[in-house]
């Protein structure tokens, strides 16, 4: 029962930094009009750019977690004029096929340029890993009440921006169809723009919870994270924000009992493998797409 | 012949094959990654048949290529139906999942993977036998009947539907073809390194057929076969130090082909302007020679 409670809470900390990536991916995906295979790797990039700067101040925490966040905007804001002409022409799958490119040279860029290719980790002090509750063998540390905080401010955060603000109703204007959104008004190039700002934002937060959470990072991280992001955004249906979080939380369930009650690596596959059959038997996804 | 001309021939000819099997599933708007998964199925199948339990070579090789054909089989049942972006997850996860069960099998040597493949005689003659059948076979299928539907089917799914083409049928018919392919590029491939290693079969391995492929070209079967030995090839003969920008320089090529040239490099109409030119250039040849016939006489 103790190593159940101590899957649970970990479980619980890794699917809402899940939610959050998915909360990003499907912004991209609905806003943005392509689909975003690489903003996975734009978040690992931004843990490495994070770790560069807690190695330059020498564990400077505050500037640490504004370099993930700030180069996780910036990062994602530069891939927009890549992927502003796919976006035109509807070509969903050719942005596909591009953002792999652009995860290509963010993977080489991480496994050979950055620390030699070598497995990264983070300061302690970032990872928090004091304890602040016990039961047993399980601990409630300050990193997991940091990391499902975090995840349930932004994710608060994203959702008052999406229904109560002018801009949230252009996103979802654009997301119901941007050519009548173009009738209406609005200004297409710059609520694109400013899509990928958000979704680089959270990106930018999800890297450092990440780093907290995970407590190292390597180039392979951003493939993996990728999958398991793309996977969860269609378990619960391409663009449905909301079912995104349900699947997350139930992925990252999954794959922390996986982890706890199975030997190796083999969590990975049961991961896949229950999304894989899922997706098989619910091709639009469990909550249904573009909600 | 030399070591790495050898080399440089044979995998130029497996990625060719496995650059086909991408091509000939997104005939029908589809993106099938599962022929690098099966590749590694059939590929570790064969090499334990050869290796633990002592098989004959073509015994091995039928017993892979047939483990191949079943597992690109169920998976294609399911995903038939499939929206294209279904497709792609699943199979990018399928290979995932077969590089994990392969990596944590202890009969299958783990993470360090399955050494002392025996060598096969004129693997290269074999190799390229291989690349001209699959080769017919799709030239053959993209000009007949079943072409033109695939077209339609990539065009418009509805209007091909009430034309009457069983889109479920056409889509697991192709996945299984695509899977017998990567069954057999897997084989050659494990016959040519001579040694099977989990991470072979990997992403890396895909995002470099994918690059081959839609740079070369996704609307025909050339594109590939140009752009493979031309890609592949620059890594081989470029400097270490410019080599060792493989990814980063694959990765620009790909984002710079899709967003000038959607269709990659050599289209439809590349072809159908290679066709006319070729025409031309024949017909002055022919005209030169009447006219030194005609001075001559």
Redesign the interface.
């Known amino acids: 029962m103790e190593v159940f409670t101590a899957q649970l809470i970990n479980a619980i900390a890794l699917g809402s930094i899940y939610a959050l990536l998915v909360i990003g991916f499907n912004l991209l995906l609905v806003v943005g009009g392509i ?1 975003p295979f690489a903003y996975s790797h734009i978040v690992v990039l931004s843990m490495y750019m994070c770790w560069i700067v807690l190695r330059i101040t020498g564990d400077n925490l505050i500037l640490g977690i504004l370099a993930g966040i700030l180069s996780g905007t910036a990062l994602s804001l530069i891939t927009e004029p ?1 992927f502003r ?2 976006a035109k ?1 509807g ?4 942005s ?3 953002a ?3 995860s ?2 963010i ?3 991480m496994s ?1 340029r950055i620390h030699g290719g070598v497995v990264i980790s983070f300061p302690l002090t970032l990872q928090g890993k004091e304890a602040l509750i016990t039961f047993g063998i399980a601990t409630i540390t300050a990193g997991h009440i940091a990391t499902i905080a975090g995840s349930i401010i932004a994710g608060i955060g994203f959702f008052y921006l999406l229904y109560r603000t002018r801009q949230g109703r252009a996103f979802r204007a654009m997301g119901q169809s941007p050519f009548a959104a173009r009738l209406l008004g609005i200004p297409i190039v710059k609520t694109s723009i400013f899509a990928y700002m958000i979704a680089g934002f959270l990106g930018g937060i999800s890297s450092i919870l990440l780093a907290m959470s995970l407590g190292s990072a390597s180039a392979v991280l951003g ?2 994270l990728a ?1 398991k992001v ?2 969860v955004a ?1 378990f619960a249906g ?1 663009g449905n924000i909301g079912g995104g979080l349900v699947a997350a939380m139930v992925l990252g369930l999954a794959e922390g009992m996986a982890l706890a009650y199975l ?4 969590y ?2 049961i991961s ?2 229950m ?2 059959v899922i ?3 619910k ?2 996804g469990l909550f249904g797409a573009m909600a | 012949m030399s070591f790495s001309l050898y080399y440089f021939l044979e995998l130029t000819a497996i990625f060719i094959i496995l650059g086909w099997t991408l091509y000939w599933v997104y005939r029908i708007g589809q993106l099938n990654n599962a022929p690098i998964a099966v590749m590694a199925v059939s590929a570790y199948l064969c090499g334990y048949a050869l290796l633990n339990w002592g098989w004959p070579l073509i015994l091995a090789f039928v017993f892979g290529a047939g483990c191949g054909i079943l597992f690109a089989f169920i998976p294609a049942l399911a995903l038939g139906r499939a929206p294209a972006f279904a497709m792609v997850i699943c199979t990018i996860a399928l290979i995932f999942i077969m590089q994990t069960v392969f990596r944590n099998l202890p009969w299958f040597g783990g993470s360090l993977g399955m050494f002392g493949i025996p060598k096969v005689k004129k693997l290269l003659l074999i190799t390229y036998c291989f690349v001209g059948f699959f080769g017919i076979l799709i030239y053959r299928f993209d000009h007949s009947r079943l072409g033109r539907a695939a077209e339609m089917i990539f065009v418009d799914r509805d209007i091909a539907s009430t034309l009457g083409i069983n889109i479920y049928l056409f889509s697991v018919c192709l996945q299984v073809m695509t899977g017998t392919m990567g069954a057999v590029a897997g084989m050659l491939y494990v016959f040519t390194i001579r040694t099977i290693v989990p991470t072979y079969f990997g992403f890396a391995f895909l995002l470099s057929i994918t690059t081959f492929i839609f740079v070369g070209g996704y609307t025909t079967m050339w594109g590939v076969v140009v752009f493979t030995p031309l890609l592949w090839g620059l890594t081989v003969i470029l400097p270490e130090s410019i080599t060792a920008l493989r990814n980063i320089i694959f990765g620009i090529l790909l984002m710079v082909t899709l967003l000038l040239r959607s269709e990659g490099v050599i289209d439809k109409r590349f072809l159908r302007k290679i066709n006319i030119g070729s025409k031309l250039v024949f017909m002055k040849i022919f005209s030169l020679f009447q006219k030194i016939k005609d001075v001559r006489g």
Do not use: Y
Request: net charge neutral.
């Open positions: 689909f890549i002409p796919l022409r070509a969903v799958l050719s596909f096929i591009v792999m490119a652009i290509m040279i993977t080489d860029i050979k493939d993996n999958l793309m996977a269609l391409l030997p190796g690596e083999w990975q596959a896949f493998g999304i894989m997706i098989m038997i091709p639009k």
